[in-house]
């Protein structure tokens, strides 16, 4: 099984600023990685697939890139809608895994 | 746009059996590019996915290890809908439950439902 590290746990950070959070896998992916935004209460939303590519709908100031066994998500300029939990899930293997969340809280 | 509907109770007994339905709009459950899966959330586990089923020339089920022993997943053709049954459960077993479709990352979800496994 492919274990899926997100950090930091916790990032406080202003509206209008960026944020950086970081996705680590114990084996090579490639390119298959996701992430996914939850808010309280919802299911997750897929944001992005293919390490890059946004999913239908997603503001271009989300953008993902890495690959092998590191990614990033990057907010560009959050916006009080973006104030969320974030995972990132790997497919490049059975069983499909998701790392812990990193929560993205107003600063 | 898919769109899933989940139904089912919010308690359940230890050692009974968890069951949920989900039903599918805007795609079939015997599509032949779809896979229809259940994922899990708790506060120790995460999220977790459980398995899943889906159509080519016959039908599939893929279950993860940690409940393969416990869990069906079964297509409705009848009725364009899934279900889950997960036997003997425990309170580890306190969770929201979603149904999700997605082969390899998961695009549409449904809206959850928290199933507490206690006495």
């Known amino acids: 099984e492919i274990m899926v590290t997100q950090s930091p746990a916790t990032l406080s950070v202003s509206p209008g600023e960026r944020a950086t959070l970081s996705c680590r896998t114990s084996?090579?992916?490639?390119?298959?990685l996701a992430w996914y935004q939850q808010k309280p209460g919802q299911a997750p939303r897929l944001l992005i697939y293919?390490?890059?590519t946004r999913a239908t709908g997603i503001p271009a100031r989300f953008s993902g890139s890495g690959s092998g066994a590191e990614f990033t998500l990057t907010i560009s300029s959050l916006q009080s809608e973006d104030f969320a939990v974030y995972y990132c899930?790997?497919?490049?293997?059975?069983?499909?895994?998701f790392g812990q969340g990193t929560k993205v809280e107003i600063k | 746009q898919v769109q899933l509907q989940q139904s089912g109770p919010g308690l359940v007994k230890p050692s009974q059996t968890l069951s949920l339905i989900c039903a599918i709009s805007g795609d079939s459950v015997s599509s032949k590019s779809a896979a229809w899966n259940w994922i899990r959330q708790s506060p120790s586990r995460g999220l977790e996915w459980l398995g899943r089923t889906f159509y080519r020339s016959k039908w599939s089920k893929e279950y993860a290890d940690s409940v393969k022993s416990r869990l069906t997943i079964n297509p409705d053709t009848t009725n364009n809908q899934f279900s889950l049954q997960l036997n003997s459960v425990i309170p580890e077993d306190t969770a929201v439950y979603f149904c999700?479709?997605?082969?390899?990352?998961?695009?549409?979800w449904g809206q959850g439902t928290l199933v507490t496994v206690s006495s």
């Open positions: 293919g390490a890059s």
């Open positions: 999700v479709s997605g082969n390899y990352y998961f695009d549409y």
């Open positions: 899930q790997q497919y490049d293997n059975w069983p499909r895994t």
């Open positions: 084996q090579s992916l490639s390119r298959n």
